[in-house]
């Protein structure tokens, strides 16, 4: 008995190892076994399918082989089983945004950027605007009109005011409606403010370990000439064309290594009648840690302008400038008053009329002012801050913020031994 059953289990061994090399062999190769074909499908034939019952779990079935992606767009083809796909639905957009992204091209850094922007409205109902919400304190957006009527158009004026900065922007605005909280309208203004002599890189990025660099200048109508780099003479490594005084493009370096402290800019001089001075942003930690005092009260105080670019000043003779100012704090509104790292540099601040506004602070007031030299050097650069001092109506500490300011004395410009330095003066 014990011999009869041995090999009835020796038997049914050798049976299940049979059937699981098939399987095995099998499942390897349902990838490259032909498929059956299925006749073609009609539409009433996909819409009354029901799905099979699945077979049970201990009913062994050989994997599917994954079809490929661009396999699976292919449109059916005669003979093979029409697969449906489910189209979803655009959403709906109450209204639309001609340019949705308006390219302002090359914008001089001494004006704004302008972008226009044509809203339509997609419904058979007026759309009342209920605000429109930017992202920075630079940009300014504002609606010709506040309805734009039924399947009609409206039009919205952004600006960026960035004058003295030079390099490429992107500022973005959100024109939300009265009634339709979840759709706004998007649009974005994009470009590069840049002088006659464009730079690159128009920042610079410094830190402890990296102090020198290079930058190329390229000119953008006529030939100049780089007079000093840093109040210094330039270091010009390449130049085109490498014959005469003058030239369309050169590439200079910078060494920032024996200054005290990392100024704020790196300020270029050049014979170029609409870009006298070049005054390029330097950014990093090291310049970081001396505004950090100002950034922590742009929470209450903020400025449209970080960065002046005065040009050419003529002793005695007053250069006006204006910007606007944001506060949060209701009675930091008067007075203001404005004063120089440099004795040598006045400003008389004139207050005007409140502005519309639609960012994160309730105020915004634009304020213009007039800058006096008394420099006495001809042809002079300098590179000072500017600091604005606003006083508590009702009393209280004050709160200062500080922007930069560069520019040059008219005459002939001379490089000097020592590399400019920024003063940054006493707060008063």
Not at 211 to 225: N, R
């Amino acid at each position: 008995m014990a011999r009869r059953w041995s090999l009835v289990s020796w038997r049914l061994g050798l049976a299940a190892s049979s059937a699981v090399l098939a399987l095995t062999l099998s499942a390897c190769d349902a990838g490259n076994a032909p498929e059956p074909k299925a006749s073609p499908a009609t539409v009433e034939q996909v819409a009354d399918h029901k799905p099979e019952p699945k077979a049970p779990a201990s009913v062994a079935q050989a994997a599917p082989t994954p079809t490929p992606i661009a396999a699976q767009q292919q449109p059916a083809t005669s003979g093979s089983q029409a697969t449906p796909q489910r189209i979803m639905p655009k959403k709906f957009e109450v209204a639309t945004v001609e340019p949705p992204t308006f390219d302002a091209k090359r914008v001089n850094p001494n004006q704004l950027a302008h972008g226009v922007f044509t809203i339509k409205n997609n419904t058979s109902a007026p759309l009342e605007i209920d605000r429109i919400h930017i992202t920075c304190n630079c940009t300014r957006a504002k609606a010709r009109s506040e309805i734009v009527p039924p399947n009609g158009e409206a039009i919205v004026d952004v600006y960026i005011d960035l004058r003295g900065d030079v390099g490429p922007f992107e500022k973005q605005a959100h024109v939300y409606f009265k009634g339709f909280p979840n759709s706004p309208a998007d649009m974005r203004l994009i470009g590069e403010f840049q002088f006659p002599i464009a730079a690159d890189p128009a920042r610079l990025r410094v830190d402890s370990r990296y102090k020198t660099g290079a930058v190329k200048l390229v000119s953008l109508d006529h030939p100049f000439k780089v007079l000093s780099v840093n109040g210094q003479p330039p270091r010009i490594t390449q130049r085109v064309p490498e014959d005469g005084d003058q030239f369309m493009e050169c590439t200079i370096v910078y060494d920032l290594r024996d200054l005290p402290q990392i100024p704020a800019a790196l300020c270029i001089v050049t014979d170029h009648p609409d870009a006298e001075v070049l005054p390029l942003r330097i950014l990093g930690a090291l310049t970081a840690q001396h505004e950090r005092e100002y950034v922590r009260r742009l929470q209450e105080i903020a400025l449209s302008r970080r960065f002046l670019n005065l040009g050419v000043l003529e002793p005695g003779k007053p250069a006006h400038f204006d910007m606007t100012v944001f506060r949060k704090v209701e009675n930091h509104g008067q007075p203001i008053e404005a004063f120089f790292g440099r004795s040598d540099l006045t400003a008389n601040v004139t207050l005007l009329t409140e502005e519309d506004n639609a960012s994160m602070f309730p105020k915004a007031q634009r304020i213009e002012f007039d800058v006096v030299s008394s420099i006495t050097t001809p042809g002079e650069v300098f590179l000072t801050p500017i600091y604005m001092k606003f006083t508590p109506a009702a009393g209280g500490n004050p709160i200062v913020q500080r922007v930069w300011a560069a520019g040059i004395m008219a005459g002939e410009h001379v490089p000097t031994a020592e590399p400019l330095v920024a003063e940054n003066g006493n707060i008063q």
